[in-house]
């Protein structure tokens, strides 16, 4: 698994997600945008991570997230998530290089 670098800085969360009010998107395959991490955060129940080596590839890894546990998918992976429970809520932060384009933007977004 991935781990964020020192230097990147969590620059936006998603709200938290259940099986009522999760984006579609997160259940099928998708990616991360380039110089993003995804940190996948369970907050109750469990959540399935598959991640593949590319769009069309197989299955890379399967990593069922506990509550209170995460996992990192690191810029441009594909990946999707699958419930394990009903009860099952996660949030998704995304963190990108302190000085990035992507931060400058987003701090502007807040303040405004």
Not at 31 to 56: E, H, M, S
Request: glycine share 6%.
């Amino acid at each position: 698994m991935s781990a964020i670098p020192e230097d990147y800085v969590n620059y936006k969360s998603t709200q938290e997600m259940t099986v009522d009010n999760v984006p579609k998107m997160f259940l099928h395959l998708h990616n991360t945008r380039a110089g993003v991490y995804g940190k996948i955060c369970v907050l109750n129940g469990q959540l399935k991570f598959y991640g593949f080596a590319d769009r069309r590839g197989d299955v890379e890894q399967e990593i069922i997230i506990e509550a209170g546990d995460f996992a990192v998918s690191p810029p441009e992976y594909w990946h999707k998530v699958e419930f394990l429970s009903d009860t099952t809520r996660f949030r998704v932060d995304f963190y990108a290089q302190k000085d990035s384009d992507i931060v400058v933007q987003n701090r502007s977004e807040r303040h405004e």
